[in-house]
DNA sequence: TCCAAATCTAGAACGTGTTTCAATAATCAT
DNA sequence: ATGATTATTGAAACACGTTCTAGATTTGGA
């Protein structure tokens, strides 16, 4: 018995624990934000030792990138499962995103800690970062080809997915950060949009 | 003899004091990022208590943004003095993101520690923020208009303006945190600007 | 089953951003 | 000049991320 959550390695107390500390991470990254996510809170919830905790996620951002890495592999998941409606790229493109972002926003203590996390990464997270990105490209990707084939994706298709990624990324931020209204998160992606895929 | 520094407010003693201060903050930005601008460190080398440092600036991330709107506040200063050279819109904003870019690069600690500040400000900072990206936005408006006589920019003209800076910021961003190489900056933006601005 | 190695626990301790407070100094209106 | 208000100082204290230590506990191989 050795996969009851597939993948990670460890004994069974160890992803057991894994999960603990996870999930206590995101509830209390859900009620308060990440201010809220302090080290002991997340190690009591999870009943391990701050220690065990540190063996684990080497830091607190560690602890938040895993986490939003988690939430992104669900999201691409599902996105994957069912077809992109739309009869444009730009349709497409803003439907995915327009539809994560919503789901971000209904969540924003959540969203903020994952994000502020994401910002503050350092090169020691590169790998998660990385596998964030990758899901994000995914997405987007899917969503500009639509029904067509899976055709490998050209340079072009790369840069335009990695513009409208940034801009996606600078728009949450501020509006996480207070700076900027809900909405303008999606009309910033949309101006974009329709600025790189001229339909 | 009210204006020996101009515009900033209070008796000379404190326009002393606020100068101390940033100057302190930029130079152990320069020796050692963020992570050296200590807030004891800067009370200490700007002469003043710590309890002053926080009167004068709320919090470290106050403290670096200021610092990081008058550097934006200088490099538009001299970037408005002399033409921006180049053929097309596309040449003239790279040359102008290109040079800048290399400036902030030739001091990599201080502009990770002004980076980062700015990445994790928030809604208190929002005036500093705003102030910052009105410099960014004049230089590259100005690099687009080229020789023209200055014209109001269009809404399309702001839309552009703004992904451009997004993208700008969140690949300066990859290079602050050691996520990706020092080229890879000016090529993010270079890909973006050619999508943005066909010539 | 038993031993050695690895892991976990509880808790103290440290560093740095931030707050607080009593005492002193500077400023300003009268 | 004087008293009232405000600013500055020095130092202590607090909060939270992080590190460290000494002793249990678990695990995996002989």
């Known amino acids: 018995m050795t996969s009851a959550t597939e993948t990670t390695p ?21 009620e308060g934000g990440f201010d809220a996510v302090q ?8 009943d391990v030792a701050l220690g065990t905790l540190y063996r684990y996620f080497p830091s607190k951002i560690h602890l938040l ?13 599902q996105s994957r499962t069912r077809q992109v409606p739309g009869d444009t790229p730009h349709e497409r493109v803003m439907h995915i995103l327009g539809q994560t972002t919503t789901a971000l926003q ?5 969203t903020e800690a994952l994000t502020r996390a994401f910002m503050f990464a350092d ?16 997405m987007i ?4 080809d639509g029904t067509e084939v899976n055709r490998e994706p050209t ?3 790369t840069a335009i997915v990695r513009v409208i990624s940034d801009v996606w990324f600078t728009a949450l931020m501020g509006w996480v ?13 949309d101006v974009a949009v329709r600025l790189l895929l001229r339909d």
Chains 1, 2 share one sequence.
């Open 123 to 138: 090169a020691s997270v590169v790998d998660e970062i990385h596998f964030v990105g990758m899901k994000l490209t995914a």
């Open 141 to 144: 990707t899917r969503a500009i």
């Open 155 to 157: 340079e072009e298709d």
């Open 65 to 77: 990138v895993t986490a939003l890495g988690r939430q992104f592999e669900r999201a691409e998941e």
């Open 39 to 46: 080290m002991r809170a997340v190690a009591d919830d999870a």
């Open 10 to 30: 460890g004994s069974n107390a160890q992803r057991e624990r894994r999960r603990r500390i996870l999930d206590a991470t995101i509830a209390l990254a859900e």
């Open 177 to 189: 950060t207070g700076r900027t209204p809900a909405e303008d998160v999606t009309k910033s992606v």
């Open 106 to 110: 209904r969540q924003p203590n959540l």
